[in-house]
């Protein structure tokens, strides 16, 4: 049998042993397609001609960030429903996340709710089904808010949770989002909010309390109240990190009954 090649690299076991690895450490975890392909089976084809960038002229603007956050905020801004506010963020191109997702994932819960869960970003699972927290970490937070009585599936109001996250694609091999991606991302975050109008807002980890007050630091930062997105928000450690470390469950659980008392606070 011929030695089967790879861009010109000899393709041999140790090869494409590497080749592998790469992919799986530039975050492509899952194939795309159902079954596998042998592509060493296929009838020969011409490489295809892959077209150079044009190269950038000196002095010309590279950073198109601004530009990006301003359309952002002008397709969050003309957004007057949850819906519209959905279909808007989708449309959004100015995200390069988006590209290799499978699905928007928008938000999961009882719109109304008195307490809005902000998350991260979606994961493999949430990525799948287009709902955030539908994971293992979800099923804890599930679990966690449950023990004060809410639920996103609750049939009234004063139960209920919404959830959403900072970002509405999933970050490739779940690497944290970066920088721009929070930037572009955050003004449909405040319209979200503003739509969403809960009570009370959870800063679920470090992104997203990242995102909301711009301090890290979530191990400090856990169980203390601030103001962020014209409310009272409650920074807490996230449910997967939680999972890997079961004995933060404790303050985890003084941070629900903080919650819960803040409730039952301003419903008096
Ligand atoms: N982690 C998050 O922060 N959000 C999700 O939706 C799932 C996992």
Known sequence: MDQATYQGIALDAHTALALLEW??????DTPLLDDPVDRFDLPAQAAPSIPMAPPVAA???????????????ALASAADTLDALAAAQESFDGIELKKGARRFCFADGR????????????GDEEDRQGRPFVG???QLLDRMFGAIGLARDAADVEHALYITNVLGWRPPGNRDPSPDEIAVSLPFVRRHIQLAQPDL????????TQAAIGRRGILRLRGQWVQAFDRPALPMTHPAYLLRNPAAKREAWADLLSLSARLEALSV
């Not at 992919?23 to 492509?28: I, K, R, T, V, Y």
């Not at 002095?59 to 905020?73: F, H, K, S, V």
């Not at 719109?111 to 979606?122: D, H, S, Y």
């Not at 807002?201 to 997203?208: R, T």
């Open 23 to 28: 992919q799986l450490e530039m975050g492509a």
């Open 59 to 73: 002095g010309a603007d590279q950073d198109d960030l601004p530009a990006r956050i301003a359309e952002a905020e």
């Open 111 to 122: 719109a109304g709710a008195r307490v809005l869960i902000l998350g991260e970003a979606p």
């Open 136 to 138: 293992r970490a979800g």
């Open 201 to 208: 807002v959870v800063l679920m980890g470090n992104v997203a």
